[in-house]
C-alpha cells in the first residue's frame, strides 16, 4: 500500500487541453513537494507546499495544498508538448522523527501530443 | 555547482557479480540519499545519511545491499552478490537541512545508474 496515492498513473492528451493530477493520504504532511523527471535524468523540484490550503501558481501550473495537509493537486492549463514528462509528489510526515526524509507517489506519466 | 554527480550512468553485469554505485553530493549538503527506481515500485528510498553518519536504512531490501559514506563528499551503494531482480536506475540525492529544522529542502538528484543484471 502506497502512502502517497497518485492518480492518474497515465495521462496522454493533445496540446491546448487542461489536466489535473492527485495526490492523496490518510496521513498529515508537514510539506509537500511536486517534481518533474524526464527521461534518463533525475527528478527535479517544482514547488514545495507547507501551509493547508495553500496555493502556488507556477506560469501555467498551479499546486494546491489540502486544507488538512493530507492532498495534493497539480493542475496544468493548456499544456503543451514541453510538459511531457514524469510527475511525483513528494511528502515529509508530519511529526515524524526522520527529519528530511521524504515519501514519493508512484508517479503521474504525462504524454501531451501536439 | 556540479549537481550530484553518479558512477557510472551505466552498469550491466552478470548475476553474482559484485556491483558498486558512487554518489558525489553537492559540496556543503549535509543530507545524502539513495533511491531505486522500477516501474513497478516508483521512486524508493534505500538509506539515507546525515553528517555521513546513517540515519534510516530500513528500505534496504536485504543484507546484499550495503551503503557508505566515508567523509562529506563521497557515499557508494553496493550490491553483493546482484540478482536479476535488482535491476533498476540507483538514484542519489543531497540536500541540506533548512535553518530551525522546520520544513523539508529541496533534494537534488543525480543523473541516475541504470543498472542491469543478466
Known amino acids: 500500500t502506497q502512502l502517497l496515492e497518485q492518480s492518474p498513473q497515465f495521462l496522454s492528451i493533445q496540446e491546448g487541453e487542461n489536466l489535473t493530477v492527485y495526490c492523496n493520504s490518510s496521513s498529515v504532511f508537514s510539506s509537500l513537494q511536486w517534481y518533474r523527471q524526464e527521461p534518463g535524468e533525475g527528478p527535479v523540484l517544482l514547488v514545495t507546499?507547507?501551509?493547508?490550503?495553500e496555493v502556488k501558481k507556477l506560469k501555467r501550473l498551479t499546486f494546491q495544498f489540502g486544507d488538512a495537509r493530507k492532498d495534493s493537486s497539480l493542475h496544468i492549463t493548456a499544456a503543451q508538448p514541453g510538459d511531457t514528462g514524469l510527475y511525483l509528489c513528494a511528502g515529509a510526515l508530519a511529526g515524524g522523527t526522520s527529519y528530511g526524509k521524504l515519501t514519493f507517489g508512484q508517479g503521474t506519466i504525462l504524454t501531451v501530443h501536439p | 555547482d556540479a549537481g550530484v554527480i553518479q558512477s557510472p550512468r551505466h552498469e550491466v553485469t552478470e548475476m553474482g557479480q559484485e556491483v558498486t554505485l558512487r554518489c558525489k553530493p553537492i559540496?556543503?549538503?549535509?543530507?545524502l540519499f539513495w533511491y531505486r527506481q522500477t516501474m513497478m515500485r516508483g521512486l524508493e528510498l534505500l538509506i539515507y545519511f546525515n553528517n555521513n553518519v546513517p540515519i534510516d536504512d530500513s528500505g534496504m531490501p536485504e543484507d546484499r545491499f550495503s551503503a557508505k559514506m566515508p567523509n562529506a563528499s563521497f557515499s557508494t551503494l553496493k550490491i553483493q552478490p546482484s540478482e536479476p531482480r535488482d535491476s533498476a536506475v540507483y538514484f542519489c540525492?543531497?540536500?541540506?537541512?533548512?535553518?530551525?529544522?522546520?520544513?523539508?529542502?529541496?533534494?537534488?538528484f543525480g543523473p541516475g545508474t541504470r543498472l542491469t543484471v543478466l
Open positions: 507546499v507547507v501551509t493547508g490550503g
Open positions: 559540496s556543503g549538503h549535509d543530507y
Open positions: 540525492a543531497s540536500s541540506f537541512a533548512l535553518a530551525g529544522g522546520i520544513g523539508t529542502d529541496t533534494q537534488y
